[in-house]
């Protein structure tokens, strides 16, 4: 005989053991499953109807909810208008920014410009690339 193999004392213990406790696990689900239904419902609970519903309801409910999609629809229209000034308004102050900086970039260089041509020249320097007629 190996090793691994449980002696049939043992093997009845395991045996009887795990007969209890499946008896114990299926009396608890019994239990469980005959306590009684509440028929009143609480506040919050949430009532099913599975049967067919009255014509006047269905009615009822396909106008409400078509009402519904409208205002909806109305509010998206808003919100995408809405979304899209604000795009444009973004887009506006981006430009009026890039439009600043391009000028001061500008008037930098011409003051660089400026600040060049007005440079006293050295005696015995050499005239780089100035024209003397101009």
Known sequence: MSDNLESPEQRAKRKWSNHDLAKRVLEERRAAATQ????EPEI?????????????VVRAQ????????EMLNGHTKRNLLLYKLS????????????????????????QEEVAKANKPVEQGAPLKGRDLFS
């Open 44 to 56: 919050g609970d949430v009532i099913e109807n599975e049967g067919r519903r009255d014509g006047s």
């Open 87 to 110: 795009l444009k308004a973004k887009k506006h102050k981006l430009l009026s920014e890039l439009y600043k900086r391009q000028l001061a970039q500008q008037a930098a260089l011409e």
């Open 62 to 69: 396909t106008k409400f909810l078509k009402d519904l999609r």
């Open 36 to 39: 009684p239904i509440k028929i």
